[in-house]
Nanobody
């Protein structure tokens, strides 16, 4: 079992920045692929970014490429999402997810563990 707790969300103006954190506890964090998803009201949940267990490979959605960066610190059992140049369409609940399989497998079958989410609101 892995427990995930997100933090860092809030209200920010267009063009601003936020850094989300996801603290993991339970099983060995460094064995898990990690990802950030988001879901806006009335829309389906979408993948934002993902990182392999080592942090060596990251994947970022086209909609946030060049603006968002995912990273992890296995010594601190934490994964981050640095969000820059925020836009109103980035407004959503952001969720951290973890899975012991590869990113591709986890995306195909669904990530195994989820946090409770943190709200990001970008005002224009």
């Amino acid at each position: 079992q892995v427990q995930l707790v997100e933090s860092g969300g809030g209200l920010v103006q267009v063009g601003g920045s936020l850094r989300l954190s996801c603290a993991a506890s339970g099983r060995t964090f460094s064995n898990y692929a990690m990802a950030w998803f988001r879901q806006a009201p009335g829309k389906e949940r979408e993948i934002v970014a993902a990182v392999t267990w080592s942090g060596g490979t990251t994947t970022t959605a086209d909609s946030v490429k060049g603006r968002f960066t995912i990273s992890r610190d296995n010594a601190k059992n934490t994964v981050y999402l640095q969000m820059n140049s925020l836009k109103p369409e980035d407004t959503a609940a952001y969720y951290c997810a973890a899975d012991p399989q590869t990113i591709a497998t986890a995306l195909r079958r669904g990530f195994l563990y989820w946090g409770q989410g943190t709200q990001v609101t970008v005002s224009s």
